[in-house]
């Protein structure tokens, strides 16, 4: 299996743009999560999907920050407008609900730098 | 709400045994995840407890006690390679992680 894809790697950007990032996760999985993480705050979890519907979005920041998971394969993450204080890496994460662990798998991550 | 207790560094000697807690307080509990971050890198997952007591893995060894919201990862036989964060994470409600902010780990010759 390919593990969690995530697009772009890295991304530097303006402030005032917008900025789409974006997730594939592993195939049959039926959770997907998006985090951030910073020096400051760790790894905080923004918003999760189970079956393609948004369960919590209570970390997500603003109003400022939306996600999708249009279809089973893919999710999007997007800042409108950006600024210099959403730098971060962004991951997004896996998992199929089991009996068991429920093991969530990070992709590579996405370093954002709003400038 | 959610609280995580973990120290932010630790050094350790190549070959030695070291033990990282971590103390929690979540409002619901469903197991407890311990995952290692190299710099740079995503998080791996290295364990899970959901029941009271040990769960050892080759070097690496879990602790769980549910009453006192407490938990430990024990490295044994120190390498180089385990120079990472090391990041606990109870799961409360629904299927959510709440990641502690890591021990930075230091493994030295």
């Known amino acids: 299996d390919a593990g969690v894809i995530q697009s772009p790697r890295h991304e530097v950007t303006e402030m005032g743009q917008e900025v789409t990032l974006r997730c594939k996760p592993i195939s049959g999985h039926d959770y997907l999560f998006w985090y951030r993480q910073t020096m400051m705050r760790g790894l905080e979890l923004l918003i999760y999907f189970n079956n393609n519907v948004p369960i919590d979005d209570s970390g997500m920041p603003e109003d400022r920050f939306s996600a999708k998971m249009p279809n089973a394969s893919f999710s999007t993450l997007k800042i409108q407008p950006s600024e210099p204080r959403d730098s971060a890496v962004y991951f997004c994460?896996?998992?199929?609900?089991?009996?068991?662990?429920?093991?969530?798998?990070f992709g590579p991550g996405t370093r954002l730098t709003v400038l | 709400g959610q609280n995580i207790d973990q120290p932010t560094e630790m050094t350790a000697t190549e070959g030695a045994i070291v033990q990282i807690n971590c103390t929690y307080q979540?409002?619901?509990?469903?197991?407890l995840f311990w995952y290692q971050q190299h710099a740079g890198e995503a998080p791996t997952f290295l364990s899970y407890n959901v029941l009271d007591g040990l769960e050892e893995k080759g070097r690496f060894s879990s602790f769980l006690s549910r009453s006192k919201g407490y938990s430990y990862l024990l490295l044994k036989e120190l390498q180089m390679k385990d120079s990472a964060s090391y990041l606990c994470?109870?799961?409360?409600?629904?299927?959510?992680?709440?990641f502690g902010t890591g021990t930075q780990l230091k493994v030295e010759l």
């Open positions: 979540t409002s619901g509990f469903n197991g």
């Open positions: 994470a109870p799961r409360g409600g629904g299927n959510k992680l709440t």
């Open positions: 994460a896996s998992s199929l609900r089991d009996l068991g662990a429920d093991t969530q798998y």
